[in-house]
């Protein structure tokens, strides 16, 4: 059976069971079924199977596409239940989250409101796998995002293939498979080369689209494949033994979504493409529970993230004993309530607009007004929230800029002082507030590290020019560097990128490999020659704060070779200790501190983890190579941030970490004495 001419398919809707079922159990219970998150492929192959059969299918009965129909009942179809979600998370952001995910979480619902959410974590280069970043409530929205970006510009452009074909008098198939098979040949090189999109290929659209456009061609060609029903049968077997093997067996260490994707995607194909011939896995995928999943398939992905993340701030005991099945219990009954009271009466019943002698205009009009009115909703109740949350936060940032390095009672690093530690007022409130705390850097050090991009500050015609190269733990320091240099007299070159150290050694982030560390090295190089620093400084060794790097010996290779590289420039070069990494075990996750503290109370000995998780357990590598090299020096500030026990996340009544493992600045203003005392004797020792 043809997708033009398709009825039923109790095959879809069980494959639509097992891909939101693995999406569900994956979030649940990541350590088991580790590959789940291919239950979104998935779901792709299928939209893009079904939307272009049923295209193409009214092209070939009508001769044209009435566009705005078609997207009138996608609207009624989609935006009802998500919006509501959308409500829920907003709200449930406010009443079950740290402040400090207020204003994240507004974001991204005004981007998923616009479906626009993948975008919106390509633009603050969320990595899906990485420990440290905190998720919002609606983070699961860009799959849908995506799918409503394939439901606006695919079918403009099947009707455009009709014209054509209508044009010349040939089929319309030709032409829409010919740009189908354009866009999957483009979208797949990009997913498998991955270079493009470092750090983010996981939620971009170009990554994507192939997976879309691969259930396109099947519409558009599966029937003209002939082959026997056994043949068939064994195909859709295969393909369904490839989905499973997938959810099993895929995981973050694999190029995803690059050439393995093909294996869930291919199954989802042949699974489809076996339709229901005889002995296929059609009636096991027919069976009425994989049927009543696939109903409620969209409620459940919709609802299944909100409460996953509404349940983290009740702590790890209670999500040991009673997180698995409150989450799968409350999912199902609220996917249960959504489809029968909130998508059912949009899609057929009295808000669907289909009244006996319906007029397409009375249609179009309602699905249209319907959709603008839910879309203003949540992305003005959204919009509202950030606006305040931006000003509430900007007041904050001001009140702090202000008292920078003039307030006694925030002594910071000096009450770690060995020699004559500063004394600490009792009863002072924390700074920076724990609210702005993830944002304590100022923007311009962000903007440096965005794209590894060039910024200079002190004297430009000084006679000293001293780099500062590295990742983001570099930058971290940038404040107190810029400080220095000012009181110096130095020119100050700061080149930095995230993620990317200067060890010259290979570099996986989500499967790919970051070739953009490669070029961003080699473009350091050639800057250092044309400016010919006096000193470079380096910072980002620790081990355990980047995951798919090569072992430590490969590591220190690959420093000591940049540091050579360095040296023959004719510069002197100086590396500091990494700072430490606040994790919940000697193997465990990643602590954001500002929600830590939040959550737990500054009181509370859960936010406060011994030097040995934090710090002695954990190499720095780029330490150690110039260790073994001549004419290296090397600071050391740890004394600043750690006792002989604890590497505490509060020093001085100064907040130290902006989350997991990025110093604050307004705790690195208070390390400027040391850095400065340190960092001048070590210069004068290599003159």
């Known amino acids: 059976m043809s997708a033009s001419r398709l009825g039923f398919r109790g095959d879809l809707q069980g494959l639509r069971a097992i891909a939101v079922l693995a999406v569900l159990v994956f979030h649940v219970w990541p350590k088991i079924f580790r590959g789940g998150f291919i239950g979104v492929d998935v779901f792709f192959v299928i939209s893009g199977f079904l939307i272009t059969g049923i295209i193409v299918g009214e092209i070939e009965k009508e001769k044209k596409l009435d566009l705005l129909r078609f997207w009138g009942r996608r609207m009624l179809r989609l935006l009802p239940a998500a919006s509501v979600v959308l409500v829920f998370a907003l709200v449930g952001t406010l009443l079950f989250l740290p402040r400090t995910d207020w204003l994240k979480g507004a974001e991204q619902v005004f981007a998923a409101a616009l479906y626009a959410e993948n975008w919106a974590l390509v633009a603050q280069a969320t990595d899906y796998w990485a420990q440290g970043q905190s998720p919002t409530a609606v983070q699961h929205y860009w799959s849908l995002s995506i799918e409503e970006q394939f439901y606006f510009v695919w079918p403009p452009l099947l009707a455009f293939s009709g014209f054509l074909a209508r044009m010349v008098r040939v089929s319309v198939r030709g032409f829409a498979g010919t740009f189908i098979f354009l866009i999957f040949t483009f979208s797949l090189y990009m997913s498998v080369s991955g270079a493009h999109w470092a750090g983010t290929p996981y939620f971009t659209t170009a990554t994507r689209a192939w997976e879309l456009a691969l259930g396109a061609l099947l519409a558009l060609f599966g029937e003209k494949i002939l082959a026997t029903p056994a043949v068939k049968a064994a195909a859709g077997w295969l393909g369904l033994v490839a989905i499973f093997v997938s959810i099993f067996f895929i995981n973050e260490s694999l190029p995803f979504p690059g050439w393995i994707a093909l294996v869930p995607t291919v199954g989802t194909a042949l699974v489809i493409w076996a339709e229901a011939a005889p002995y296929a896995p059609y009636r096991l995928l027919a069976l009425k529970p994989a049927q009543y999943i696939g109903d409620i398939s969209y409620s459940l992905y919709l609802w299944h993230w909100p409460v996953i993340i509404f349940f983290k701030p009740f702590g790890d005991e209670f999500a040991k004993a009673y997180f698995p099945a409150l989450v799968l219990a409350l999912t199902f009954a609220l996917a249960i309530i959504s489809k029968y009271f909130i998508e059912d009466p949009f899609r057929f019943g009295r808000f669907s607009f289909r009244i006996p002698n319906s007029t397409r205009r009375h249609f179009i009009v309602g699905a249209f007004m319907t959709s603008a009115i839910l879309i203003v909703v949540t992305a003005g109740s959204a919009h509202v929230t950030k606006l305040f949350e931006e000003k509430s936060q900007r007041l904050l940032e001001e009140e702090n800029e202000r008292s920078y390095d003039k307030d006694p009672r925030y002594p910071g690093a000096a009450a770690l002082d060995p020699k004559k530690p500063a004394p600490v007022p009792a009863g002072v409130p924390l700074k920076p507030n724990l609210r702005i705390a993830e944002r304590d850097t100022r923007w311009r050090f962000f903007e440096c590290m965005n794209r590894g991009r060039t910024c200079e500050f002190g004297d430009a015609n000084a006679k000293t020019t001293v780099a500062l190269v590295g990742d983001s733990h570099a930058m971290s320091y940038g404040p107190a560097f810029e400080i220095i240099a000012k009181r110096q007299g130095w020119r100050l070159v700061m080149m930095v990128k995230v993620a990317c150290t ?110 040995q998780i934090t710090l002695d357990s954990l190499s720095d590598n780029l330490v150690e190579a110039a260790q073994g090299m001549v004419g290296v020096g090397a600071i050391n500030l740890t004394a600043y941030m750690c006792t002989k026990d604890l590497c505490p996340p509060v020093i001085g009544n100064v907040v130290v970490y902006r989350d997991a493992h990025h110093l604050t600045e307004t705790f690195v203003r208070t390390l400027v004495p040391y850095l400065e005392k340190e960092l001048l004797r070590t210069m004068k020792s290599r003159n």
Not at 519 to 539: D, G, N, Q, T, Y
Not at 593 to 609: A, D, H, Q, T, V
């Open 502 to 611: 200067i060890g010259d050694y290979p570099f996986w982030s989500d499967g790919k490999y970051r070739s953009d560390c490669d070029w961003w090295r080699s473009r350091v190089l050639r800057k250092m020659a044309e400016v010919k620093p006096h000193f470079i400084i380096s910072v980002g060794g620790r081990q355990g704060v980047y995951g798919e790097r090569p072992g430590k010996e490969r590591q220190i290779q690959g420093y000591q070779t940049t540091i050579a590289k360095f040296q023959s420039l004719g510069a002197k070069m100086i590396v500091m200790a990494d700072n430490p990494v606040m994790l919940t075990s000697l193997h465990g996750g990643w602590i954001e501190m500002p929600k830590c503290l939040l959550w737990k109370g500054i009181e509370s000995s859960y936010c406060f983890k011994s030097r």
